[in-house]
């Protein structure tokens, strides 16, 4: 399949993961904020004068979802380039596999292992002169571990016609843990502390919420766009059989 309609299929499922993501923002994850945001008003004190928002919040849920929807558009074409590029790689026999192979991985590297060592916080927690110091820990965790991808796929190259596959399978997901866990030892934590009335079901319920949503997306970008290549893929077979 050429690029550019590869291209336009990775649009579209990025319009559908976005839509998905959006959807999932408004039904689960807006309001476990809404509560975090009562915390934070109740932490102000009844006695202070509150300001109106410059912005209700419905306009803002409304720009997210907005938001959502663009970001899924240019996740899609980003996704399109990665698979475009690992295809021959990924260790499926039909596009349909090769996408969720791909989606799979960009989950766990991109969404899971952050979240996992330095996840998401409700309204009301972080302070504002550590955002540099967050963010240089987050974009670390994902550099490291899509290095730690790259050193599984090296060792599962020099590792394959030496030893069986099921060995071979097996010495690559332990690289891959052991990864993991020396990332999650060794790079620094998150220097922000939880306040003492933010509710751990509060915290837990945010942070869950947080990760469905990006789940979603990625789900719905491999699901779409290997049906949709995979689908293009099976009508071209057909029709160069039916021309032989």
Same mark, same amino acid.
């Given at each position: 399949?050429?690029?550019?309609? $590869? !291209? ?13 993501? +959006? ?18 008003? %109740? ?14 919040? =419905? ?7 907005? =938001? ?10 980003? &996704?399109?380039? +990665? &698979?475009?590029? $690992? ?8 596009? $349909? ?5 791909? %989606? +799979?991985?960009? &989950?766990?590297?991109?969404?899971? !292992?952050? +979240? ?13 002169? =550590? ?11 994902? #550099?490291?571990? #899509? ?11 020099? #590792? ?39 509710? %751990? ?12 949503? $990006? ?9 779409? &766009?290997? !049906? ?14 039916? =021309?032989?």
């Amino acid at each position: 399949m050429e690029f550019p309609a $590869l !291209l336009k299929r990775g649009a579209t499922a990025g319009a559908a993961g976005g839509f998905s993501a +959006a959807l999932v923002m408004w039904l689960v994850v807006e309001p476990v904020i809404r509560r975090a945001l009562a915390v934070e008003e %109740a932490r102000s004190g009844a006695h202070h004068h509150q300001e109106e928002p410059l912005v209700s919040r =419905t306009v803002q849920v409304w720009g997210g979802a907005v =938001t959502a929807l663009v970001v899924g558009v240019i996740f899609g074409v980003v &996704f399109t380039v +990665a &698979f475009a590029r $690992l295809r021959s790689r990924l260790p499926a026999s039909t596009e $349909l596999g090769r996408s969720l192979v791909l %989606a +799979a991985i960009g &989950f766990g590297v991109l969404t899971l !292992l952050p +979240a996992l060592h330095i996840p998401a916080n409700p309204p009301g927690i972080g302070e504002p002169a =550590t955002v540099n110091q967050r963010a240089l820990i987050y974009v670390l965790t994902i #550099l490291l571990g #899509l290095l730690g991808v790259g050193a599984v796929l090296a060792a599962d190259r020099f #590792l394959r016609g030496v030893m069986t596959d099921p060995v071979r399978v097996s010495l690559d997901v332990l690289v891959g843990a052991l990864w993991v866990i020396a990332l999650l030892m060794f790079v620094p934590e998150s220097p922000d502390k939880v306040p003492a009335d933010v509710p %751990a079901d509060l915290l837990w319920e945010f942070r869950l919420a947080s990760l469905v949503q $990006l789940a979603a997306m990625w789900l719905v970008v491999g699901v779409v &766009f290997g !049906l949709l290549v995979d689908g293009r893929s099976r009508r071209t077979r057909r029709v160069a059989r039916s =021309t032989a």
